[in-house]
């Protein structure tokens, strides 16, 4: 059968071709088959696209997709009992294709909804119009956990609450659209959307290509700018405030910061000073004026909203009222996603556009009023009853929410009692059914639920609706499995036009007007975590030199009681590390917590640095496990330096040159400072045992280097020379100290007209010092002194630029 | 009743703090035919860096200080001149529980004052069965909302012993139910874990009680406290009442409001954002002095 043919039995479901056996369920509608039974437009051509590499040729394309979501290290925090985990992203590979026409609908419908959202909210902090009317009840508001009396009456400074919004969407059985729920408090997901468009192009760039899909960029772009023109307006920074790295999405936060350019910003970041924001860099306090809020609303600040915030800011609700930092969305816009107001969306529409909503809202009653309740409760078979004030949409929520009909005699009839009892705490909700579309399971197309999530942003020209977003798909027929957390997967969006589409980029376009960030935009925070994380890359290496040049001799001499073997042993243990152990403990946690740092700044590196220092500590895990002290242990020490020669590589030579690199530029040579001293200072004591001043040269990797230069055998002169004196020795004291020098005066305020920092001094005042000294003047004591005098400089760059 | 009120509060830090911010609730606010503040100002020592006023969403007046300086004590001082109406309660006219229900669901407003904000849970209150059972005694005993909230105080009254240090600031209703014991914060709390959770709106209320001292002893310097009670929504017609469970009475001549919230977390003296690993010792001194 020729190709042709196979593309031809593809548009017709029941032909041989991947959407063999793949069939409408019944009362339910499909994405990929109309009501007929034919596969839809768009569909087809992706179909054909399929059926023309073959089932191991999509095999192929689909593994690349998750090669590129591993190679990213795309990952979201799953929640399983205490500590959260990273789990991979769960892509469903087939995209979800939606014609422009439908999309059409969808978009207007969601535009109308978020002007809709933004009346609302503003009322119910502002004048209270709408519960004044007899539109919304007022327990709703005063009941509400989410209703946040400290900002009440405070206007937005931008003049808007909502600036980003979600929406989660189904299809009914009529076809048509629905509104699940409405994301307000820190909607999620936008960055993952636009990690599926890259996975999924990557696999499929040649079906990719051929249809013309809606591209992203331009909504980012778009709502970017808009964020710039409003920090603009204040002449202060853009940050994103994240909750930090235990957060469930905190990878899309460092994402996105990365993708759009903005700070990323942790409560602790930010001081509030006279009213104002202002972000801790290492070039002194700067002001913010906008921040992207991507943690709930309460815990911005403990001052006045959550007492128990560890993450917050303490007087953000002051900044807020004197209107000098606008919080995007406003603090207390979370109110908005309740379960309960769904029910009055109708009426609200009605009330402040005059107009009925366009994309109609899942049938919700609220059981505080008479009528209501007696309905559910009549109906109780046919209804999700579940808490009135929950923000966790229905279909997401098996704790808290029965479905009736599922239920036994007995509890249904306790539930109709507390209905009855106590109904303004609860909502019924008509059972959702959602439309199907096809995933890829075992070399073929099967039918699985979706929803449907998608993002409006506002800018300056009014709402923008992202064309696109992402899927989420249940892992099995039941609708309520679709949540990510419960195992359900996410496919990228393709909203497909008959016409080209426009290609957008974020690079600047021809004409625009180049905006350059500050290199003293560096938070402290940040700045900290990037000392450490060169100090503790370099403590792994230094003690894995170390534990090789131990194993190497344990091999060979296969005495562990020599002298120069027990004496390594001591060395060892003064810094910590255990060398009975293959893979002492002392080093694997020397990695993890290089891992540490690292991940609390995923957004200053670049994603292979990222994967090369997790590959290094997965690596080192796997030797612990099974590696064996001697000859082992030196070949599985040598795998470990290779990978922290490659990571080193990697940020050495892709890192730009800002303040960032500095500093972890500093880090590493401080720490290598330290540990040259000190283990020279070990090795060249007098009662050091046979063999001492040959480890120190492997350790120093500087044998061959010590041969070319002292022809002679010079005695120990000669390898504190080299080790600790010589200025072009990268591994020599000198070296580090000079090319700690040179990061110093570089940093913010280190060198003002002239005048040397503080901190400037002292290094310029140590490196004179190696510079005139001789090798005899190197003692163990001295070196002692050595490594206490690099530790001050570490003291001192703390104080000048963390504090 | 006019009264002379000075209130210090002081805090020792274990070794020097610096950036950090305060929320200060202690200044008295006028009250249409409850109270009159004549003169009120508010001192702290060090000077803070910044001082801000403002009043919160239920109307109490707050400073907020904040510290860039290191310091290693905090001074708070207050001195206020308060005239309180001695009026006698009107009488009862409010309805049963479920009259009062009917009237709530007719007040369509969000104001400070509506009793809607008053029902729910709030930061330190939760609600829990063995308290609304104890307060459903009460309802069941009497015919009128206002009678209910009377008893329920006599009740808390009667079967909770007053006991300094049985308790802390952090002590919740529930735990202080089941000690049968605590101080005027946690007998306030009880009385308000029970009214809502029968349906009844419920505040707390914070303030100065004059004391007065046994006959033929003289009134000791600094002896009279910081106290707390609560105020009850009875219906349209009575309105908002202040029952002291401490006490056994209503809130009259004797009691200076500084102010009122849902529960102590949201009219608590102070707050503080300490960047500090040690901990304080807090000092605590209130005058109340009956100028005529």
Redo the contacts between chains.
């Keep these: 059968m020729d190709k042709r043919n196979q593309r031809q039995n593809a548009r017709k479901p029941g032909g041989p071709g991947l959407a063999t056996g793949y069939t409408l369920l019944p009362g339910i509608p499909d994405e990929m088959l109309g009501p007929d039974g034919k596969v839809r437009p768009g569909w087809a051509q992706l179909l054909a696209g399929f059926d023309e590499l073959g089932p191991a040729g999509l095999s192929e394309r689909f593994e690349r997709a998750d090669q590129y979501l591993r190679d990213a290290g795309v990952f979201y925090r799953k929640y399983d009992g205490a500590a959260g985990k990273e789990r991979a992203w769960p892509l469903a590979h087939v995209p979800l294709i939606i014609d422009e026409a439908d999309w059409q609908e969808i978009t207007s419908g969601l535009v109308q909804r978020a002007e809709l959202l933004e009346k609302l909210v503003a009322d119910i902090y502002g004048d ?1 119009h709408l ?4 539109v919304l ?3 709703l ?5 989410e209703f946040l ?2 900002v ?2 405070i206007k937005p400074a931008s003049g808007h609450y909502l600036h980003f919004c979600a929406f989660e969407l189904g299809r009914g059985p009529d076809g048509g659209w629905w509104v699940l729920g409405d994301r307000t408090q820190a909607p999620s997901g936008a960055g993952f959307a636009l990690e599926n468009r890259v996975a999924t192009t990557r696999a499929l760039s040649d079906i990719y290509a051929r249809m013309h899909v809606h591209r992203l960029a331009g909504f980012f772009r778009d709502f970017r700018d808009a964020l710039h023109g409003d920090a603009r307006k204040h002449d202060g920074r853009v940050g994103i405030l994240t909750p930090g790295q235990h957060n469930e999405t905190y990878f899309e936060h460092a994402y996105i910061a990365r993708y759009l350019g903005f700070m990323l910003l942790e409560g602790e970041d930010l ?5 104002e924001v202002m972000v801790r860099t290492v070039a002194g306090l700067k002001p913010v004026s906008v921040l992207w809020r991507r943690m709930d609303a309460s815990f911005t600040d ?3 909203l959550r ?1 128990d915030s560890r993450i917050g800011t ?2 953000m609700t ?1 900044a807020l ?1 004197q209107g000098s930092i606008s919080i995007v969305n406003a603090i207390g816009s979370g109110i908005l996603e309740t379960r309960a107001f769904a029910a009055f969306m109708p009426k609200l529409s009605e009330a402040l556009l005059g107009a009925p909503l366009q994309l109609p809202t899942i049938a919700t009653w609220w059981c505080g009023q008479a009528g209501e309740r007696q309905h559910v409760i009549d109906n109780i078979d046919r209804m999700m009853v579940g808490p009135a004030f929950s923000t966790v949409l229905a279909i997401e929520d098996r704790e808290t929410t029965m479905l009736g009909a599922a239920l036994d005699p007995a509890p249904k009839e306790a539930l109709r009692q507390r209905l009855l009892d106590d109904g303004g705490h609860f909502v019924g909700q008509e059972p959702v059914t959602l439309s199907t579309a096809p995933v890829y399971v075992d070399g073929r197309l099967e039918p699985r639920p979706i929803t449907l999530r998608v993002y409006a942003a506002r800018t300056p020209k009014g709402w923008t609706i992202m064309p696109g977003g992402f899927a989420r798909v249940g892992s099995t027929l039941d609708s309520a499995a679709i949540a990510m957390q419960r195992g359900g997967q996410a496919a990228d969006v393709w909203v497909v036009s008959d016409k080209p589409v426009e290609r957008v980029s974020l690079l600047p376009q021809a004409g625009e007007k180049l905006l350059r960030n500050s290199a003293g935009s560096l938070p402290s925070r940040a700045a900290d975590n990037l000392i450490w994380l060169g100090r503790y890359a370099e403590r792994c290496e230094a003690t894995v030199r170390i534990l090789r040049a131990y194993n190497a001799r344990l091999a060979e001499m296969s005495n562990p009681d020599l002298p120069i073997l027990s004496d390594t042993r001591t060395y060892l243990d003064s810094i910590d590390v255990d060398a009975r152990h293959a893979l002492p403990p002392g080093l694997l946690s020397a990695i993890d917590s290089a891992v540490h740092s690292a991940s609390q700044i995923r957004d200053r590196f670049s994603p292979d640095g990222w994967l090369a220092l997790a590959d290094l500590r997965k690596t080192a895990r796997n030797f612990a496990a099974r590696v064996q002290v001697g000859d082992d242990a030196t070949r599985a020490m040598t795998v470990l330096l290779r990978k922290l020669a490659g990571f080193s590589g990697l940020v050495h030579e892709n890192m730009y040159r800002f303040a960032g690199w500095r500093f972890l530029e500093i880090g590493r040579r401080l720490e290598r400072g330290i540990q040259i001293a000190g283990i020279t200072r070990w090795l060249t004591r007098e009662d050091a045992p046979e063999g001492a001043l040959d480890m120190l040269l492997e350790i120093g990797d500087s044998v061959m280097t010590h041969r070319r230069r002292y022809n002679v055998a010079a005695g120990a002169n000669s390898y504190v020379d080299l080790l600790v004196l010589d200025p072009l020795n990268p591994r020599s004291v000198l070296f580090q100290v000079a090319e700690l020098r040179e990061q110093i005066e570089r940093l913010p305020g280190g060198v003002v007209d002239g005048q040397l920092s503080v901190t400037a001094k002292a290094v310029l005042e140590l490196q004179t010092q190696l510079r005139v000294a001789e090798p005899e003047d190197m003692t163990p004591e001295r070196l002692a002194e050595l490594c206490a005098e690099i530790g001050r400089l570490a003291g001192l760059i703390a104080d000048a630029y963390f504090v | 009743m006019l009264y002379d009120i000075r209130l210090e509060l002081h805090y020792d830090y274990e070794g020097f703090v610096h950036g950090d911010r305060h929320l200060v609730r202690v200044a008295p606010a006028s009250i249409p035919g409850v109270q009159r503040v004549i003169a009120s100002s508010i001192s702290f020592d060090p000077k803070p860096d910044t001082e801000t006023n403002f009043v919160d969403f239920f109307g109490n007046l707050v400073t907020t200080i904040s510290y860039a300086h290191y310091h290693d004590s905090l001074n708070v001082r207050l001195t206020a001149r308060v005239g309180v109406e001695d009026d006698h309660p009107p009488a009862d006219f409010s309805p049963d529980l479920a009259g009062l229900q009917r009237e709530l669901s007719t007040l369509w407003t969000l104001d400070a004052n509506s009793p809607h904000h008053f029902l729910a849970t709030s930061p330190r209150i939760a609600f829990s069965r063995p308290i609304t059972d104890y307060a459903r005694q009460s309802v069941r005993r009497t015919t009128s909302v206002r009678a209910a909230a009377m008893d329920f105080c006599l009740s808390i009254h009667r079967d909770f012993k007053y006991e300094q240090d049985s308790t802390d600031v952090n002590t919740s209703p529930l735990d202080a139910f089941h000690l049968k014991k605590g101080v005027c914060q946690d007998f306030a709390h009880v009385m308000i874990a029970g009214l809502r959770g029968v349906g009844i709106p419920a505040a707390y209320v914070s303030g100065f009680l004059r004391t007065i001292p046994p006959k033929g002893k003289a009134r000791l310097e600094g002896a009279d406290a910081m106290h707390a009670w609560v105020r009850v929504w009875c219906g349209i017609h009575d309105g908002w009442l202040e029952f002291d469970p401490t006490n056994a009475m209503l809130a009259g001549a004797d009691h200076i409001t500084i102010g009122h919230g849902r529960d102590y977390a949201d009219i608590s003296p102070i707050v503080g954002v300490l960047r500090t690993s040690g901990g304080h010792d807090a000092k605590q001194s209130v005058d109340v002095i009956r100028v005529e």
């Design positions: 209270n519960v004044a009317r007899g009840p007022p327990e508001v005063a009941r509400n956990p009396r400290p009440v009456g001081v509030v000073d006279d009213g403990p001052l006045e007492v303490p007087g002051e009222r």
